[in-house]
């Protein structure tokens, strides 16, 4: 009997950090067969291309989730920070390959920064290219990690209320068709969600290059009641949103085919500054 073919076997990787293996992998195969990623390198993207969106709707992910936020121990995806701050401070939402992810925990280095994707084995590339520059370079990286999840199901799982600083969606899928609206990452109840895990002040960052969903994204929270938009000034000053601008995959893809980058920010307002629901103002 002839060997399995590559495009059969599995991958394995061999690793020393703590980082949890991401759930899932093991419904996929990888192209050039076992040891793609020898313990400790860079892994390289061509072995960890995936489909560019997945369905956030379907009940097919395979994935497993605790019950409450005390139920889950963040300790495995930050080995070398203290246990008062394992929980992560600021999400990036559909990280991709990680270069947000990446670059804000060096930007914000008190910050613990959590990237979630839904695609596994883009977020094994993510949490690979983590382990590689925590051995690559001592002591920095380690308030960084990636996490499969589905945020448009169970981000409330996970996260404590008002325990963000910070939350990036950028790039979403756009989901063009109005029957797939509903997909979208950006809704009132998503937002509500958001608004739960964002302390009082908090930052919630937004960027896209179709014009047509920065128009939603506008739309949805500008009408939700805990939400803000930042000044210009404001937001032009943060250098969060240089980063978000420029450092993404995504965001250097559409730099090259020349299209533009509609983005917001927006703050959560503190809950004594949001008029209260009325039987006058409820339905408006």
Same mark, same amino acid.
């Given at each position: 009997?002839?060997?399995?073919?590559?495009?059969?076997?599995?991958?394995?990787?061999?690793?020393?950090?703590?980082?949890?293996?991401?759930?899932?992998?093991?419904?996929?195969?990888?192209?050039?067969?076992?040891?793609?990623?020898?313990?400790?390198?860079?892994?390289?993207?061509?072995?960890?291309?995936?489909?560019?969106?997945?369905?956030? !709707?379907?009940?097919?992910?395979?994935?497993?989730?605790?019950?409450?936020?005390?139920?889950? &121990?963040?300790?495995?995806?930050?080995?070398?920070?203290?246990?008062?701050?394992?929980?992560?401070?600021?999400?990036?939402?559909?990280?991709?390959?990680?270069?947000?992810?990446?670059?804000?925990?060096?930007?914000?280095?008190?910050?613990?920064?959590?990237?979630?994707?839904?695609?596994?084995?883009?977020?094994?590339?993510?949490?690979?290219?983590?382990?590689?520059?925590?051995?690559?370079?001592?002591?920095?990286?380690?308030?960084?990690?990636?996490?499969?999840?589905?945020?448009?199901?169970?981000?409330?799982?996970?996260?404590?209320?008002?325990?963000?600083?910070?939350?990036?969606?950028?790039?979403?899928?756009?989901?063009?068709?109005?029957?797939?609206?509903?997909?979208?990452?950006?809704?009132? &109840? !998503?937002?509500?969600?958001?608004?739960?895990?964002?302390?009082?002040?908090?930052?919630?960052?937004?960027?896209?290059?179709?014009?047509? !969903?920065?128009?939603?994204? !506008?739309?949805?929270?500008?009408?939700?009641?805990?939400?803000?938009?930042?000044?210009?000034?404001?937001?032009?000053? &943060?250098?969060?949103?240089?980063?978000?601008?420029?450092?993404?995959?995504?965001?250097?893809?559409?730099?090259?085919?020349?299209?533009?980058?509609?983005?917001?920010?927006?703050?959560?307002?503190?809950?004594?500054?949001?008029?209260?629901?009325?039987?006058?103002?409820?339905?408006?």
């Amino acid at each position: 009997m002839s060997d399995p073919s590559p495009l059969a076997k599995k991958q394995k990787v061999e690793s020393t950090s703590e980082i949890p293996e991401i759930q899932g992998l093991e419904d996929y195969t990888f192209r050039d067969g076992e040891d793609i990623t020898p313990a400790g390198a860079m892994p390289q993207k061509k072995y960890y291309r995936s489909r560019a969106h997945a369905n956030p !709707l379907s009940f097919n992910d395979n994935l497993t989730y605790p019950t409450k936020p005390a139920d889950f &121990d963040w300790q495995p995806y930050y080995p070398e920070l203290p246990a008062s701050k394992i929980a992560p401070t600021v999400i990036d939402i559909g990280c991709g390959f990680g270069g947000l992810t990446v670059e804000l925990s060096s930007l914000l280095p008190d910050a613990t920064v959590l990237g979630l994707e839904i695609r596994a084995k883009v977020c094994e590339y993510v949490r690979l290219r983590v382990i590689s520059l925590r051995e690559s370079e001592k002591g920095k990286y380690k308030n960084a990690a990636c996490m499969r999840s589905n945020t448009m199901k169970n981000l409330v799982n996970y996260l404590n209320p008002k325990s963000l600083d910070k939350i990036f969606i950028c790039f979403p899928d756009p989901h063009f068709k109005a029957k797939n609206h509903r997909r979208r990452i950006v809704s009132y &109840d !998503l937002l509500t969600e958001y608004a739960y895990c964002l302390k009082p002040n908090a930052l919630l960052y937004l960027i896209t290059d179709v014009k047509a !969903l920065h128009e939603w994204h !506008l739309e949805k929270t500008d009408s939700h009641e805990m939400f803000e938009r930042l000044d210009e000034e404001t937001m032009e000053s &943060d250098p969060c949103v240089k980063a978000m601008i420029n450092v993404t995959e995504e965001g250097k893809k559409v730099e090259r085919s020349g299209s533009n980058k509609y983005y917001m920010v927006y703050r959560r307002l503190p809950e004594e500054s949001v008029t209260p629901p009325s039987p006058e103002n409820f339905l408006k």
